[in-house]
């Protein structure tokens, strides 16, 4: 059971906009907390998508993005690609657990 | 850009300790949080701790009476044993380097991950 929820598989054909939700608590993100996505191509080790919410690093196209709101944080695709298909993993901090991920989230694209 | 590459061995039996160490290139220990994480077979992300430059560590707690980390600066290394292990603890077993501020905590650098089976 992961500390943070996300739905375990989401779908979207090619050029559509998906979402990925990731729901916490008054611990980690209710408390303030940045949120953080994470993408992990199969066979990969995960790579920093959005960080500190909103914030993409170098490289990341501009077809994703995240927000956060009370204790949810959602990822955003747009113009989905097939290359796009990975597991998408949340990320944030906990007063009592330190690092906390959620359980991931298969994206497929048909 | 910082490259970390993760080494050790790939079969551990039963009861024993689980032994991995993490060489950091291109960039200095100093200044940054290291980190241990994990993946089971199929399965999600699972922070096991880190270790600070200064050689401060803190552990997750669902595992910390069986973790030590340590950390060996002049070589930029750090490592991580896990004692008592199971086959619970089959994983590939990623580095990462932790970016810290007062309501961010990130890992923007990571190994590639070992894989490490527990199995008589």
């Known amino acids: 059971q992961s500390v943070l929820t996300q739905p375990p598989s989401v779908s979207g054909a090619p050029g559509q906009r998906v979402t990925i939700s990731c729901t916490g608590s008054a611990s980690n993100i209710g408390r303030g907390y940045d949120v953080q996505w994470y993408q992990q191509l199969p066979g990969k080790a995960p790579e920093l998508l959005i960080y500190?919410?909103?914030n993409r690093p170098s490289g990341v196209p501009d077809r994703f993005s995240g927000s956060k709101s009370g204790t949810t944080a959602s990822l955003a695709i747009t113009g989905l690609q097939t290359d796009d298909e990975a597991d998408y993993y949340c990320q944030s901090y906990d007063t009592r657990l330190n690092a906390v991920f959620g359980g991931g989230t298969k994206l497929t694209v048909l | 850009q910082v490259q970390l590459q993760e080494s050790g061995p790939g079969l551990v039996k039963p009861s024993e300790t689980l032994s991995l160490t993490c060489t950091v290139s291109?960039?200095?220990?100093?200044?940054?949080?290291w980190n241990w994480i994990r993946q089971p077979p199929g399965a999600g992300l699972e922070w096991i701790g880190y270790?600070?430059?200064?050689?401060?560590?803190n552990y997750n707690p669902s595992l910390a009476n069986r973790v030590t980390m340590s950390l060996d600066t002049p070589k930029n290394q750090f490592s991580l044993k896990l004692n008592s292990v199971t086959a619970a603890d089959t994983a590939v077993y990623y580095c990462a380097r932790a970016y810290s501020s007062t309501w961010s905590w990130y890992f923007d650098y990571w190994g590639q991950g070992a894989l490490v089976t527990v199995s008589s």
């Open positions: 500190e919410n909103n």
């Open positions: 291109d960039g200095s220990i100093s200044g940054h949080y």
């Open positions: 270790i600070h430059y200064t050689g401060t560590p």
